[in-house]
């Protein structure tokens, strides 16, 4: 109990019904985190396997190991056949760790905004975690392009949302240099064309700016020290 928050000796004695009121809300209140964090801990290993089971049991009150298992699968078939329209079940964002002074490789959290307030998080940055920056120069320059990225969808009233961002190994039909070190992006707005973002953003932006013909909704951004503006036919 003392790992849920609960001291032993609160419950021994003589206790009011107001102590044991409160001493109850709290063990209420941690066991709800505990079970919070179940889903983005459970790596279906055996021994958390075996330890759900045994809770459960002891939940239950279950002398039996099978009872419980099959009244777990009798839960299951019943959550099947609920029809659809019924209510879904509310899921809980994964708590964020204390903002790290400076990104870096070892601090990164996907679900993390890469500035404060801003829509770019590391999820989207890096494809869901599938390209994690290794060096401390890419983590700088994929900040740099989400502060300006902000900026841009904040002047433009728009989010900007993400195609694709950091690579390390992107295509050859892409920029390879821009993308592999962090500071370039596809974007693109909700029903407005590249065109329209692309001269929204031309008098002001001070890196790449491209277009993509067959894509009309596709715009490139990058954070260049060169004011670079082009279109593609293909």
Same mark, same amino acid.
């Given at each position: 109990?003392? /790992?849920?928050?609960?001291?032993?000796?609160?419950?021994?004695?003589?206790?009011?019904?107001?102590?044991?009121?409160?001493?109850?809300?709290?063990?209420? =209140?941690?066991?709800?985190?505990?079970? =919070?964090? $179940?889903?983005?801990?459970?790596?279906?290993?055996?021994?958390?396997?075996?330890?759900?089971?045994?809770?459960?049991?002891?939940?239950?009150?279950?002398?039996?190991?099978?009872?419980? $298992?099959?009244?777990?699968?009798?839960?299951?078939?019943?959550?099947?056949?609920?029809?659809?329209?019924?209510? !879904?079940?509310?899921?809980?964002?994964?708590?964020?760790?204390?903002?790290?002074?400076?990104?870096?490789? /070892?601090?990164?959290?996907?679900? !993390?905004?890469?500035?404060?307030? &801003?829509?770019?998080?590391?999820? &989207?940055?890096?494809?869901?975690?599938?390209?994690?920056?290794?060096?401390?120069?890419?983590?700088?320059?994929?900040?740099?392009?989400?502060?300006?990225?902000?900026?841009? &969808?904040?002047?433009?009233?728009?989010?900007?949302? $993400?195609?694709?961002?950091?690579?390390?190994?992107?295509?050859?039909?892409?920029?390879?240099?821009?993308?592999?070190?962090?500071? !370039?992006?596809?974007? %693109?707005?909700?029903? $407005?064309?590249?065109?329209?973002? %692309?001269? !929204?953003?031309?008098?002001?932006?001070?890196?790449?700016?491209?277009? %993509?013909?067959?894509?009309? %909704?596709?715009?490139?951004?990058?954070?260049?020290?060169?004011?670079?503006?082009?279109?593609?036919?293909?």
């Amino acid at each position: 109990m003392g /790992e849920l928050g609960i001291d032993p000796q609160q419950l021994q004695g003589d206790r009011t019904p107001e102590e044991l009121i409160q001493v109850a809300t709290q063990l209420d =209140r941690h066991l709800l985190s505990f079970i =919070r964090q $179940i889903p983005t801990q459970y790596q279906e290993t055996e021994q958390q396997r075996e330890a759900l089971i045994q809770l459960v049991q002891r939940w239950r009150g279950s002398p039996l190991r099978d009872k419980t $298992i099959q009244s777990l699968l009798e839960d299951w078939q019943q959550l099947e056949q609920e029809p659809a329209q019924s209510p !879904a079940t509310k899921i809980e964002p994964v708590p964020l760790p204390p903002r790290p002074p400076q990104w870096t490789p /070892e601090t990164l959290h996907l679900a !993390a905004a890469i500035i404060p307030d &801003s829509q770019f998080t590391w999820a &989207s940055a890096t494809a869901g975690g599938q390209f994690l920056p290794t060096d401390r120069e890419t983590v700088e320059a994929v900040v740099r392009l989400a502060q300006l990225a902000q900026l841009a &969808s904040d002047r433009l009233g728009h989010p900007l949302h $993400i195609v694709g961002w950091y690579h390390p190994n992107p295509s050859a039909n892409q920029w390879r240099d821009r993308h592999a070190v962090g500071d !370039a992006m596809l974007v %693109y707005a909700d029903g $407005i064309l590249s065109n329209q973002l %692309y001269w !929204a953003l031309d008098p002001w932006w001070q890196g790449g700016l491209g277009r %993509y013909l067959p894509y009309p %909704y596709l715009l490139y951004l990058d954070a260049g020290q060169e004011r670079v503006r082009w279109q593609r036919h293909r």
